[in-house]
């Protein structure tokens, strides 16, 4: 990462759209997205022996180390397409990554992050969790209006089967509610004095993105070309 490399927090609870809005910042501003939770469930799938652990892990709702995901979130910033910022989908979840993310920023000159907190109430979480449904090929995310069009629901851009995460099922999302809920309050004092705002993140999506770019807009904007300004992909 370049000194002056743009970084933004995406902080909120499972399901109130963060990678929905990490993907359309990400075209607008020019600066990659990384969701840890992609991350990790890329692993799992890899079939790796650390994967067999990281499947266990997601599976019942709970974190992994802060120790592991540290090491894996200072690897990804370091790779090229990082240089210029990044947008943190799902990281840091802890006070502790949250220190060791200040600690890597200050290393590299990096300045301080904007932090974006998504506020939604738990029950339209998980309202919307369980009616959440991923493509298996390229992991865009729909929500499907009714339950019952469960099935046979095809993936828009690559015509692929889309399925229910496995940790969208409503006993691991109340857990995963819990968890975050448990981490949640001590993030946002650790946060809350800088350069911190609240989102509401109940909004259709277009709405929450143009709210977002007006904010960070006025921060940023002078030094972004119009073809990065080019409006996000749906
Ligand atoms: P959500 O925010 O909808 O719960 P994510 O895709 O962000 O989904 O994360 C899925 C799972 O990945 C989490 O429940 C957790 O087990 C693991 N995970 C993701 N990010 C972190 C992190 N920063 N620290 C620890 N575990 C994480």
């Known amino acids: 990462m370049f000194a002056g490399a743009k970084v933004i927090i995406l902080l909120g609870p499972p399901g109130s759209g963060k990678g929905t809005q990490a993907e359309r910042l990400s075209s607008a501003l020019g600066i990659c997205a990384i969701s840890t939770g992609e991350m990790l469930r890329r692993e799992a799938q890899s079939g790796s022996a650390l994967g067999k652990m990281v499947q266990d892990v997601l599976s019942s709702g709970q974190l992994v180390s802060d120790n592991l995901i540290n090491r894996v979130v200072a690897h990804r910033l370091q790779q090229a397409d990082c240089a210029t910022g990044c947008i943190l989908d799902g990281y840091p979840r802890t006070v502790a990554q949250a220190q060791f993310l200040d600690a890597l920023l200050e290393k590299w000159n990096v300045p301080a992050p904007v932090v974006l907190n998504f506020e939604i109430p738990c029950e339209e979480v998980v309202s919307r969790l369980s009616r959440r449904r991923q493509c298996t090929e390229c992991g865009r995310v729909y929500t499907v209006s009714t339950l019952s069009t469960e099935t046979g629901i095809l993936c828009d851009r690559d015509g692929s089967m889309l399925v229910q995460r496995a ?33 509401c993140a109940t909004g259709a999506p277009s709405e929450i993105a143009d709210g977002l770019m007006a904010l960070l807009g006025s921060q940023w904007l002078p030094s972004l070309s119009p073809v990065v300004l080019a409006e996000p992909r749906a």
């Not at 001590?186 to 809350?192: A, C, E, G, H, T």
Request: glycine share 4%; hydrophobic share 20%; aromatic share 12%.
């Open 167 to 199: 940790d969208d099922h409503p006993s691991t999302i109340r857990e995963r509610l819990r968890i975050y809920e448990k981490n949640a309050g001590q993030l946002i004092n650790y946060y809350r004095s800088r350069d911190y705002h609240r989102v």
